[in-house]
């Protein structure tokens, strides 16, 4: 706990056998709670968890995507009478000992969400993150820059951790199942109000971590796109959009 505030820790986790137990390891010790869902991976990754101790262990029927997974996370991590959640990916591509770093701004409520920077500093490219991904990391954050008035290093950190409240007040199951969900989270938290923070983080690009496909990473580019546009043409204002304004 960080001032009397629980912190649970989700992992929404595919294909993640061999890098559970080194993500578990490096995990700090303030860390209430674990959740992980496994999303019908095709290897061991629900058994080497349920092995590893981990409390609480899920798994989809069937794959559903990253999007849903992370909705299964949050609403399991809520359940469990979260006040901070930390999403941890369990491929160890992201440094896990930094989760209580990410949690703290928003236990003391300087913070309503928290993202782990792979561009500050240098640790996206010595960390071996590929060129062309650094690229459009670059070029997509340009550009939601340009449109959002918010200031962020990137908006496509998958190392973030939220306060119960944003949670509660986001349309989470309302969003796509796919990896735009990340993004979308993102803007209907600044169209809400509330304010994100930023830390640095070093991250790990080897075979152990996952990666999606240049086709995918192109289809997620352009909903990035239009997801922005979006919000842009509500004259600021995403959340007044029919498909968001549930949460107001």
């Given at each position: 706990m960080i001032s009397g505030k629980k912190i649970v820790v989700v992992m929404p986790a595919y294909n993640a056998a061999e890098t559970i137990g080194k993500t578990l390891a490096d995990l700090p010790s303030a860390v209430d709670d674990i959740v992980l869902v496994d999303d019908c991976s095709v290897d061991a990754t629900y058994s080497r968890a349920r092995d590893l101790g981990i409390k609480h262990v899920l798994r989809h029927q069937e794959n559903s995507g990253y999007g849903s997974n992370q909705k299964t996370c949050y609403n399991k991590a809520l359940e469990l009478g979260a006040d901070v959640v930390v999403m941890v990916h369990p491929d160890y591509q992201y440094d896990?000992?930094?989760?209580?770093?990410?949690?703290?701004?928003?236990?003391?409520?300087?913070?309503?969400?928290?993202?782990?920077?792979?561009?500050?500093?240098?640790?996206?490219?010595?960390?071996?993150?590929?060129?062309?991904?650094?690229?459009?990391?670059?070029?997509?954050?340009?550009?939601?820059?340009?449109?959002?008035?918010?200031?962020?290093?990137?908006?496509?950190?998958g190392y973030r951790a939220f306060s119960r409240e944003l949670l509660e007040r986001l349309p989470l199951n309302e969003n796509s199942d796919d990896f735009i969900f990340d993004n979308q989270m993102?803007?209907?938290?600044?169209?809400?109000?509330?304010?994100?923070?930023?830390?640095?983080?070093?991250?790990?690009?080897?075979?152990?971590?996952?990666?999606?496909?240049?086709?995918?990473?192109?289809?997620?580019?352009?909903?990035?796109?239009?997801?922005?546009?979006?919000?842009?043409?509500?004259?600021?204002?995403?959340?007044?959009?029919?498909?968001?304004?549930?949460s107001l």
């Amino acid at each position: 706990m960080i001032s009397g505030k629980k912190i649970v820790v989700v992992m929404p986790a595919y294909n993640a056998a061999e890098t559970i137990g080194k993500t578990l390891a490096d995990l700090p010790s303030a860390v209430d709670d674990i959740v992980l869902v496994d999303d019908c991976s095709v290897d061991a990754t629900y058994s080497r968890a349920r092995d590893l101790g981990i409390k609480h262990v899920l798994r989809h029927q069937e794959n559903s995507g990253y999007g849903s997974n992370q909705k299964t996370c949050y609403n399991k991590a809520l359940e469990l009478g979260a006040d901070v959640v930390v999403m941890v990916h369990p491929d160890y591509q992201y440094d896990p000992r930094l989760a209580i770093s990410l949690a703290s701004p928003i236990a003391e409520g300087v913070y309503d969400c928290m993202l782990a920077s792979r561009i500050l500093g240098t640790g996206a490219l010595a960390g071996g993150m590929p060129w062309y991904k650094y690229l459009a990391n670059r070029i997509l954050t340009t550009y939601q820059n340009l449109l959002i008035p918010y200031k962020l290093s990137e908006y496509h950190s998958g190392y973030r951790a939220f306060s119960r409240e944003l949670l509660e007040r986001l349309p989470l199951n309302e969003n796509s199942d796919d990896f735009i969900f990340d993004n979308q989270m993102l803007l209907q938290t600044i169209g809400a109000g509330y304010h994100i923070g930023e830390l640095t983080c070093p991250t790990r690009y080897d075979e152990g971590s996952s990666s999606i496909s240049i086709k995918r990473s192109v289809r997620y580019g352009l909903s990035v796109i239009v997801a922005t546009l979006e919000y842009r043409l509500n004259c600021w204002g995403f959340l007044d959009s029919p498909r968001y304004r549930k949460s107001l």
